[in-house]
């Protein structure tokens, strides 16, 4: 299994990036998808979820900012960050359930 996490970057607060998480051995459509984040000194947390069936949960704090969708042909997973904040800098990661198994994650790092 290898998950490939890009579309990182450094922009200034109220911009946007997209994020691609491309899977090789594992079908995405068949599994509840997500995207998870991680400060510097910070635990891991949840951002957004995607089930199987596409239903979709977000974490609070990025509710109405970021959107998460799937592109089945591509076994690939997204996630649409718009209007961020300085708050949003962490190395953003994708995987599944049960959240075992991770990518090597792409950096995201918004300046004020």
């Known amino acids: 299994v290898q998950l490939v996490e890009s579309g990182g970057g450094l922009v200034q607060a109220g911009g946007s990036l997209r994020l691609s998480c491309a899977a090789s051995?594992?079908?995405?459509?068949?599994?509840?998808v997500g995207w998870y984040r991680q400060a510097p000194g910070k635990q891991r947390d949840m951002v957004a979820v995607m089930t199987k069936d596409g239903n979709t949960n977000y974490a609070d704090s990025v509710k109405g900012r970021f959107t998460i969708t799937r592109d089945d042909a591509k076994n690939t997973v997204y996630l649409q960050l718009n209007s961020l904040k300085p708050e949003d800098t962490a190395v953003y990661y994708c995987s599944w359930y049960p959240w075992n198994y991770w990518g090597q994650g792409t950096q995201v790092t918004v300046s004020s």
């Open positions: 051995g594992i079908i995405f459509s068949i599994k509840n």
